[in-house]
């Protein structure tokens, strides 16, 4: 005899023995239950069967099965081979042994089928659409009168005489109700899942509804492309936005999200496409704030002035700064034949920043485009 290498459950030495006696391995390892339930012999018998025997080095065929006759004898010779343990003395107590070995029998006997994967079959012993009503029925109808017998014929229980009758009168109401239990949970769990999807749904429905079907009814009615494409990148970002959305759990705002909202509004107010880049992030506070409005300011002087068909703002958090460029192709301008009553640049970007402790560049190259660097140094709190 050689331990079996595949579907083996600890070591293989059960199915070893079950395929030189060509038996099911569920019987033998059912015996080996019963008698560890012999102050643990069949452990022992496990463990000196696994010293002595080797892994199987090659696959061979299992042994032809059985016939009736034959596993009647096996069977017999087993319950023969308790009762000697019994008689010369290596025994716990009846009580004990014989329910135990009952149910473990019958137990191996109930998941005897070559349709189920002897893995799965107690799961599918409690499916209620397994077809075993009837032999699940008599098993948990047998299991309660055995529990409740030993309870009851018991006038000075033992501990482990009370603990048995416990564990197999519980076995034996899962066995007979755990159907009902099963398909009790199924449903609700059903039920709960057909809700949650009827729910999401739902709130698609009306989030298209009140965004995208808008939006292509406003499409519809619009005859100026450049608006034409204006709503739709609205429309694509915001969709997008709704789809995966990452702002933080408890609502607070965050510098990627004001400034996704100035980029918005410039878009929606001058038709002018607007690209944010954003790498890192950080919480809004006043000088947050401040840097937003600046570069509100550029984003809408860009807008209105450069002539540029696209508008560009990127923003990176650093560990001891935060940085914001917003940039166009445009006509450009020469900064120094600014007009002095011009405050757009001098007070709304460069003089805000410096009032909140950061410091903002402009530099622009006529027939080239602008370039606005807001910074603020330090780190974000």
């Known amino acids: 005899m050689s331990r079996r290498q595949e579907n083996r ?147 000075v229980p033992a501990v482990e005489t009370v603990i048995l009758a416990v564990v197999v009168t519980t076995v034996g109401m899962a066995v007979l109700f755990g159907p009902w239990v099963w398909r009790l949970v199924t449903d609700l769990g059903a039920e709960r899942g057909k809700r949650i999807r009827e729910e999401e749904r739902a709130n698609m429905a009306a989030h298209l509804h009140d965004s995208v079907l808008q939006t292509l009814a406003l499409i519809q009615r619009t005859d100026d492309p450049k608006r034409v494409v204006t709503l739709a990148r609205v429309q694509e970002r ?37 690209e944010l880049v954003t790498v890192g992030d950080r919480p809004v506070d006043d000088q947050v704030r401040a840097m937003v409005a600046a570069a509100g300011e550029a984003l809408t002087n860009a807008a209105r002035h450069s002539g540029a068909d696209q508008i560009s703002i990127y ?20 900064t120094s034949r600014v007009a002095s009553d011009r405050r757009g640049i001098s007070e709304s970007i460069v003089g805000r920043m410096q009032n909140h402790g950061g410091t903002a560049v402009v530099a622009s190259v006529p027939g080239e485009g602008t370039e606005v660097h807001l910074q603020l140094i330090g780190e974000p709190q």
């Open 238 to 274: 915001e969709l997008r936005r709704w789809l995966y959305d990452s702002a933080p759990a408890d609502g607070q705002e965050v510098l990627s999200g004001v400034l996704q909202k100035e980029a918005d509004r410039i878009e929606n107010t001058f038709d002018v496409p607007v």
């Open 9 to 155: 459950v600890v070591a293989g030495v059960a199915g070893g023995i079950a395929d030189r006696l060509g038996v099911v391995d569920l019987y033998v390892r059912a015996g080996f239950l019963v008698l560890a339930l012999i102050w643990g012999v069949g452990a022992i018998v496990y463990l000196v069967l696994w010293a002595v025997t080797l892994d199987r080095t090659h696959h061979s065929p299992p042994a032809p099965r059985l016939g009736e006759q034959r596993k009647v004898g096996y069977f017999l010779m087993f319950a023969g081979g308790l009762l000697i343990l019994r008689a010369i003395g290596v025994w716990s107590t009846d009580q004990l042994v014989w329910p135990g070995a009952a149910v473990i029998l019958g137990v191996a006997f109930l998941m005897d089928r070559g349709d189920i994967d002897p893995r799965s079959a107690i799961l599918a012993f409690f499916d209620p659409k397994s077809g075993r009503v009837r032999s699940r029925a008599v098993m948990g109808i047998l299991l309660l009168v055995v529990g409740l017998s030993i309870l009851g014929a018991a006038a």
């Open 315 to 334: 923003s990176e958090v650093a560990e001891d700064s935060t940085d914001v460029w917003v940039a166009d192709l445009g006509r450009g301008f020469d």
